[in-house]
């Protein structure tokens, strides 16, 4: 099949270099709205074809939405727009409820699957794009019975190309889910990251004891803001998210990526 991606970065990227190995992909058509990452990600080879999001459309048989979550209610109706028949929508974020709502009355609502790919690691960007990073990881697929079977059953046989393991969930539970398994954890990480950050302000030899425990534990909080802020704002915890200072959020998260000084 032909497939148009629309974000390039870690989860796009690895998307499109799994189906092409696989062989499901015969072509991959990418947009991305950074200039920089559409060049880096042509330049890599993760792409056939850099296009809008018009032209990718009307060019390919599956379309998958891989930008941060904030951004793919807009973006989702905008490729539907231009959908023609038996031609299949995903997304790839992880979260639901926001999406699922403002998908609920679109005409093409049926030709949508609403998918979370449970992989990732603490890197973005097209550079960040790895083989195999699906591989063996579960696929949660979410209110199936508002998307037409045949376009489940091509959801299904992308993911299963990946090497994915499948489940269904309602929407609702899924993020329920999520945010314990996997929004939870980074929290930790980021805020560990900034307490020890912030120590070392007081004591410069306090990195002199870090070993491979400490590395694991806040790898996660090299991930990037523009990425997690989204997240949590949409499956919200509490203090700065129930205060909805989101800005304030992003900030920290990006003091917390200062970590990379420590870990690499």
Known sequence: MKIGIVGLGLIGGSLAIGLKKSGFASAIHGVDFNPAHAKKALALGLVDAIMDVETAVKNSDVIVVATPVDTMPQLVLQVMEHLHER?????????KMPLLDALRNAPQRSRFVAAHPMAGTEYSGPEAAVEDLFAEKCCALCDTDQSAPDAVAIAMQLFSALQMRIITLGGQEHDLHTAYVSHISHIASFALALTVLAKEQEEDRIFDLASGGFSSTVRLAKSNPDTWTPIFQQNRFRTLLIKKD????HQLITQANDIRRIIG
Do not use: H, P
């Not at 989101?246 to 959020?249: I, L, M």
């Open 246 to 249: 989101f800005n304030g959020f």
């Open 87 to 95: 031609q299949v929508v995903l997304d790839v974020g992880s979260t």
